[in-house]
């Protein structure tokens, strides 16, 4: 078997290998890399583990640098093809004891541990350096559930010992890990009741904490380095705790808990499974019915782990990221996906005990040929390499380094730029730590968490007036030449951003824009036309280009060409909050047309009503075309907000616009 699992290896390192991106994905990656290449310290919780197998990676002479971290994620994935693999096996001859001699049992442990892995997300997380986090702390799951499995067989305490260990590197892997640690350790005491001691504990627990801090150890000794990637600007030992802890992140909403769309967001991570894994959901079920014979307490216990890890996973994911747990934005939803894989594990591995209960049950029960029913399952499994092969085959994706690189390519030596949110910021992050580009050029983030950090060494707390203070001095420094990577909000209302290629240019109000759609038009967007399959950070960035044309459409008051370049927007990426944002501005600002303004702002609200800052943008709009729309929205403010201070506000604004209208 170990020859067949080395070929199969070989196989799915070849397929992984051909699909992934040539350079830096969208999204987390840049910063990803550029950390692993610096040493450096990623956005909280910090992945620690992950940026020392990285840099290691990088040492391998094969293409560029976020490449070689691409092929660690495959690498993992590997590990996890086989561990899965073993763990199955495992499973399979515990549960099934009087057969486990049987070729069925390597059989169904090897096929859904191959759907697994050529599943569309986990296919998606082997192939660019983000998706490391992700395989990686899957791994560490996998084989951790490995070596319990091997002490509930074998009764050997060595296993006990070797699964603590393991142990010790998951939350350092990934947060989200903490109930499979909390629920592993205490099947562990729980099987080892009888023969385990006190001493046995306290080794054990050493083991743990060694493999722990020893990960963590990591963020404490960086974070006075001096490091150019180090989000935060973590200094002190306090520093890296919060960090840990992702308190940057922490929101404080005012709107009520909504138990309805909670549940909402738990169905749609179901219909993601569903979509994962399709065929295997069939035999999710078929596995709990072969567990529940087998017994009755491990069934209940194994099912109330699940529901429990999902509706913890749905709470800690978005509020740990900063989204409302109302929120049911594009956004929320993409960034939600891939944390998901924590929670598969386990249902993957009792569709194992269905494949498997299946196969005995038709061969037996029907006398229908094994070696049939076995082709039956490997068309499926051929049918599902076909399809995420296509979906996953980001083999010529270039946008997140030709995003960066054509802001670079704008830009001249002392002019200053400022960036918000991790689309372009992380690709510049990459591209200006790791390929030195933007040489001389002062970069800055918007939210004060990375590049040049000496600017906001003087302020007390992070908050937006405060960094907006500090905007502002510094465009009074360089008044020719600062620049916003995307439109943001002005630091001041004497201040205007204007269109300048793909960025904009703050500038005096009043100021007439300079011609650049010459740069505009030597961008590059091959992407575009290279990658059929572009998720919504790639086309939401692509979108952007489109927009911008609308924009000087606009400015030269040519409606039609704005109305081409806009639709086209559209198309591309209509499900992004921030894209449709952008088209309102253009219709609003350039053209004074405030109800196609309203129709694509209602777009946004439609997609996500927990969305407050789009309400306010809708209050805001309908008061200048039809006030009593605006008291609408102003009363789901008022029947959602929790603040009385908040509600009062709300109400004197009804009662202002009311009395207008009665007037009127």
């Given amino acids: 078997m170990k020859y067949i699992l080395a070929f199969l290896s070989l196989i799915i390192f070849g397929f992984y290998l051909h699909t992934a991106p040539p350079t830096i994905y969208m999204g987390d990656s840049g910063e990803i890399v550029a950390a692993a290449y610096t040493l450096g310290i990623p956005h909280p919780p910090g992945y620690p583990l992950d940026m020392v197998l990285g840099k290691i990676s990088m040492l391998v002479p094969v293409g560029d640098m976020a490449f070689r971290m691409n092929i660690l994620s ?166 890296v705790m919060n960090h840990i802890m992702r308190k940057a992140y922490e929101r404080k909403f005012t709107a009520r808990f909504d138990m309805g769309t909670y549940f909402l967001k738990t169905g749609n991570l179901i219909t993601q499974f569903v979509e994962k894994y399709n065929i295997l959901v069939v035999f999710l079920f078929v596995g709990f019915y072969s567990l529940y014979a087998y017994s009755k307490k491990l069934t209940l216990a194994i099912a109330s782990f699940i529901v429990l890890n999902l509706l913890l996973l749905v709470y800690v994911i978005n509020t740990s990221a900063g989204f409302a747990i109302n929120s049911m934005s594009s956004i929320s939803l993409y960034a939600s996906k891939n944390f998901y894989l924590m929670i598969d594990l386990i249902p993957i591995f009792i569709a194992m005990l269905g494949v498997f209960y299946l196969l005995k049950t038709l061969t037996r029960k029907y006398k229908i040929n094994s070696i049939f029913v076995g082709a039956v399952l490997f068309c499926a499994l051929i049918l599902t390499i076909a399809v995420n092969f296509n979906l996953n085959n980001f083999s010529r994706t270039f946008m997140g380094y030709d995003h960066g690189l054509n802001i670079n390519k704008t830009l001249n030596k002392g002019d200053v730029l400022w960036l918000k949110g991790d689309c372009p910021l992380f690709n510049l992050v990459y591209l200006q730590s790791v390929k030195s580009k933007f040489d001389g050029i002062k970069t800055y983030d918007s939210n004060a968490n990375m590049l040049d950090g000496s600017i ?56 007439t824009t300079v011609d650049t759609l010459a740069i505009a038009k030597l961008y590059s967007v091959r992407d575009y036309f290279n990658c059929n399959n572009q998720d919504l950070y790639y086309r939401d960035t692509t979108a952007r280009y489109f927009v911008m044309r609308g924009r000087y459409a606009g400015l030269a008051g040519n409606r039609e060409e ?57 209050i805001w709009l309908f008061k200048q075309v039809n006030p009593l729309r605006a008291i609408e929205y102003l009363n789901v403010l008022y029947n959602r907000s929790t603040d009385e201070t908040e509600k009062a506000n709300i109400k004197l604004e009804i009662d202002s616009i009311n009395n207008v209208t009665q007037k009127s």
């Fill in 456 to 511: 906001f060494k003087n302020i007390k707390a992070k908050t937006e007036s405060a960094i907006k203070q500090v905007e502002f001095d510094i465009y009074n420094q360089n008044k020719s030449n600062s620049y916003y990577a995307a439109l943001a909000s002005l630091p001041s209302d004497k201040l205007v951003a204007l269109p300048y290629g793909v960025i904009f240019k703050m500038s005096p109000l009043g100021t």
């Fill in 74 to 239: 495959s690498l993992l994935a590997i590990f996890c093809f086989i561990f899965m693999y073993l763990a199955g096996e495992e499973l399979l001859k515990l549960i099934f004891k009087e057969d486990a001699a049987k070729k069925s049992i390597r059989f169904a442990s090897l096929f859904v541990t191959l759907m697994f892995i050529f599943s569309s997300m986990f296919w998606f997380e082997s192939i660019h350096a983000k998706g490391v986090v992700y395989v990686l702390a899957n791994m560490l799951m996998i084989l951790a559930l490995l070596f319990t499995l091997k002490n509930i067989a074998t009764g050997k305490t060595k296993y006990f010992y070797v699964t603590a260990f393991i142990a010790g590197f998951l939350i350092p892997a990934h947060n989200s890990t903490a109930l499979f640690l909390i629920s592993l350790m205490a099947l562990l005491l729980y099987v080892n009741r009888k023969n385990i001691t006190f001493k046995n504990i306290i080794t054990a627990s050493a083991i743990f904490l060694v493999a722990l801090l020893t990960s963590y150890m990591y963020l404490f000794i960086r974070a006075k380095s001096g490091t150019p990637v180090n989000f935060g600007y973590l200094q002190s030992a306090g520093d």
């Fill in 562 to 618: 704005a109305d081409k370049w806009l639709k086209l927007a559209y198309i591309t990426a209509g499900a992004s909050p921030e894209i449709l944002n952008n088209i309102a501005t253009v219709y609003y600002f350039s053209f004074g047309d405030v109800n196609s303004a309203i129709d694509y702002e209602r777009k946004i609200y439609e997609m996500d009503p927990s969305d407050s800052t789009e309400i306010v943008h809708l």
